[in-house]
């Protein structure tokens, strides 16, 4: 091009800039140039004002949070209802533990150990009879409080799944991967048009094992002190040629939407790095600020909710953990530590824990999940759809006062007295009272903080609806456990095991799953998996839940012959489809 | 029986290739220390999607010349968990950060390489390196000689692109593929939009170097 016809482009350019910016349309221009510089000039209006509208669809996408509770807890304290119809067919079963059952979720004064009985006791809730822990309170922000009912008003409860393997890790990584391809945070995130599509907490370096994408896509970790920072630092401080040149910066992205148009031919996975590098500039138009002092405020919140979870004498809970209970030698006040030593503990088992107990990971992941799914404050959209939490595998900071050692039988023996140590949900040499006290302080504190996350989803428009409307939050662990007698506390659950979800989808306390009244491997009524007619004779499995996951969140179930608990009405919301849940002879 | 018959049909005609000795320089799992590793932490079929860090390093290094003392420009390609790829167990140092116990700083301490996967974080960071290094003369004029190999630099003028400057371009980051017409014509339209060739360049090499394309399996 010589020197006066690069002016005249020049002058035209001049001239088609000043025409879009004065009448806002370039219609009558028909040059290759002139067509090029509209689409341009229209290209990066239109997006600015989209993202600075939010008319995006980051809250409306649906979105997964899958809490996994490591080493099989118990789950009969919280959301494995044994009686849940209030008059179900029940055995205790205590053959295999002389003193009393594991069973129990209340104590009442009798002539058990230390003067009191164990008893499964239950409360009304709308329509279902759930563990007697759901009669209490649980902790608030800024030290309110509020009935745990309320939690339940939003919770699908399935029961009776057979996860057919007994292994921590096969059965923790069967459920997040059915198939053993399609994750079911992968599926979520398949669909997502959030710029951060999954992101994992808790699982540090073996996250992307969790994690598989159609799409290619990664989950990335957000662990450590500062991840709000660790992850939002790349899209910060940008000052190149992009940044400052609104033009050339368009222009870039017309050749990109050039390559991009043509890149599903060469790779299936190439489109979504257009995607993702897209998702990426739309990051660098946020301000983003304060991001340590936020991650820091949010984790205090939830740190203090678990603090009074296990030291708040308020939320005490009449049969539960109101009186001093303790002082015997004896299977029930029997406990294993993480560091695999084995006590009977001492007079009062209620001062097992303290405002210093605490669950690790717990605090930090609902910090994250607020945030990344609310936008922070930050985005009018949420960040990820797919949040992939581990949750801590023990009460950690237990406070033993005087305990009784199990090798020599005496209490205060082996300067055992004002000791702290990490009571280990793999509950084997767990004994019964001892687990019901720190079992539910555990699911109290980790029901505080979902109420919380809930109530965090609620105060967010999304649609005609609100973000806890489009979210599942699924809570499972590697298993159930049994109540077979094993080492003082109770075996693995692997094939009774339980799967809860929490949503705006749910609207009101629902339970689903047959269990059997006895175990002939692991007596009472634990939870076993029973048949269940709708499933053609099998027993629940992971592939149910899936498919009950996948009609919830409007994703392809990857198990399409394993049919979903439930259906959805023209409201969007969930109604079950099988029966009401029976405990089988 | 019929089943059984068809699925034997279907084996049948692949049975041969499974009976052809491997090269000894595959990679064999089962001869390897890899394999625990592999069993006890992946039960699926390892399935990269992108390049891993070392391999975009390596690239922006061809093609800008970076130098070793310009090498924190590319900070972020060291980012291992969204760049994925190769980690060296014995390195005393890794993105600015001296180890202690280098070993145990390698992943879970067990797992030597992450996989690479999609996500906006390493595409950022791609953008930010190639604005760095597009916007240093030296590095400009070392990718520009490269084209140009008699372009004096600096702030010398640099000739108009063409359909061939504009292909050499494209297979610094693409190797053997050809750009096509849409965006060769695409990146025409791009510099004489520009004030300057010079300007029309940096945006031509920005778009090529910030593609997510090159960064694919």
Known sequence: ?585 | MIKKLFTYLLIFPILPSCTIKPNQSDLKFSDSVYQDIASSTMDYPFTATVVDRKYVESVLNQVFDVTSTETSVLTGVYNKSDFGGGCDRYASSDNGVTYEFPKDQCYSGIFPFLPSYSNPMRYSYTVKTCETLINSSARFTSVMQKIYPTWAGGSNILPAPNAITIKTAYQLFFQSEEPGDDLTQSFLVMSSAATTTNEGWKQIMTTLCGSPEWQIF
């Open chain 1, 1 to 585: 091009m010589s020197n006066e016809n690069k002016k005249n482009e020049m002058d035209r350019r001049n001239f088609l800039l000043k025409s879009i910016q004065s009448v806002g349309t370039g219609i009558l221009m028909a040059s290759p140039l002139e067509m090029f510089l509209t689409n341009v000039l229209m290209g990066v209006f239109g997006r600015a004002n989209a993202l600075a509208a939010g008319d995006e669809s980051g809250y409306l996408d649906k979105k997964l949070v899958n809490l996994t509770l490591t080493n099989g807890p118990s789950r009969w304290f919280w959301d494995l209802p044994l009686r849940p119809n209030g008059n179900d067919a029940f055995s205790y079963n205590t053959t295999n533990d002389p003193i009393t059952s594991m069973l129990i979720t209340k104590l009442n004064a009798g002539s058990g150990g230390g003067g009191y009985t164990g008893e499964y006791a239950s409360v009304k809730i709308g329509e279902y009879y759930l563990p007697h822990l759901w009669s209490g309170l649980m902790a608030t922000p800024n030290g309110g409080t509020a009935p745990m009912s309320n939690l339940a008003q939003n919770m699908l409860m399935m029961r009776g799944l057979d996860w057919k393997v007994d292994s921590h890790e096969l059965d923790r990584y069967l459920q997040m991967v059915p198939t053993g391809n399609s994750s079911l945070l992968g599926l979520v995130a398949d669909k997502a048009t959030t710029v951060l599509p999954s992101i994992g907490v808790g699982f540090s370096a073996t996250n992307s094992n969790f994690f598989h994408s159609g799409k290619g896509i990664t989950s990335r970790a957000m662990d450590g002190n500062d991840p709000f920072t660790s992850v939002f630092s790349p899209f910060t401080n940008s000052a190149g040629l992009r940044s400052t040149n609104a033009i050339a910066g368009a222009a870039i992205d017309r050749a990109l939407d050039i390559m991009k148009a043509k890149s599903g031919s060469k790779s299936s996975y190439l489109p979504n790095t257009y995607q993702d590098r897209a998702n990426a500039k739309k990051m660098m138009l946020l301000q983003f600020s304060g991001l340590s002092a936020s991650f820091l405020t949010l984790k205090t919140k939830y740190e203090n909710l678990i603090s009074r979870s296990f030291g708040d004498v308020s939320l005490r809970l009449a049969g539960l953990d109101n009186v001093a209970v303790g002082g015997a030698q004896s299977n029930q006040y029997r406990m294993l530590f993480s560091n695999r030593n084995s006590f009977y503990t001492g007079a009062d088992i209620r001062t097992l824990t303290t405002i210093n107990s605490t669950i690790a990971n717990l605090a930090a992941s609902m910090a994250v999940s607020e945030f990344m799914l609310t936008g922070g404050g930050i985005s009018p959209q949420s960040f990820t759809s797919s949040i992939n939490i581990m949750v801590g595998d023990s009460v950690n900071n237990v406070a033993v006062d005087s305990a009784f050692s199990a090798a020599s039988g005496a209490l205060g023996s082996q300067n055992f007295s004002n000791i702290t140590y990490d009571f280990n949900s793999d509950a084997h040499e767990t004994g019964s009272y001892i687990q019901m006290i720190l079992f539910s302080r555990y699911y109290r504190a980790i029901s505080s903080c979902l109420y919380e996350l809930v109530n965090q989803l609620k105060a967010v428009t999304a649609g005609s609806g609100t973000l806890f409307d489009q979210t599942a939050i699924s809570i499972t662990s590697e298993f159930n456990r049994s109540a077979r007698n094993n080492a003082g506390g109770a075996d693995h659950g692997w094939n009774g095991s339980c799967y809860s979800i929490i949503s705006g989808m749910v609207t009101q306390p629902t339970v689903a799953g047959d269990i059997k009244v006895n175990s002939t491997t692991a007596g009472g009524s634990w939870g076993i998996a029973s048949p269940m007619t709708e499933f053609s004779g099998q027993n629940g499995l992971i592939g149910n839940v899936a498919s009950t996951l996948a009609t919830m969140l409007e994703f392809k179930t990857p198990t399409p012959n394993n049919p979903s608990y439930v259906s959805k009405n023209s409201l969007g919301k969930v109604q079950m489809a099988v029966a009401k849940p029976k405990n089988v002879a």
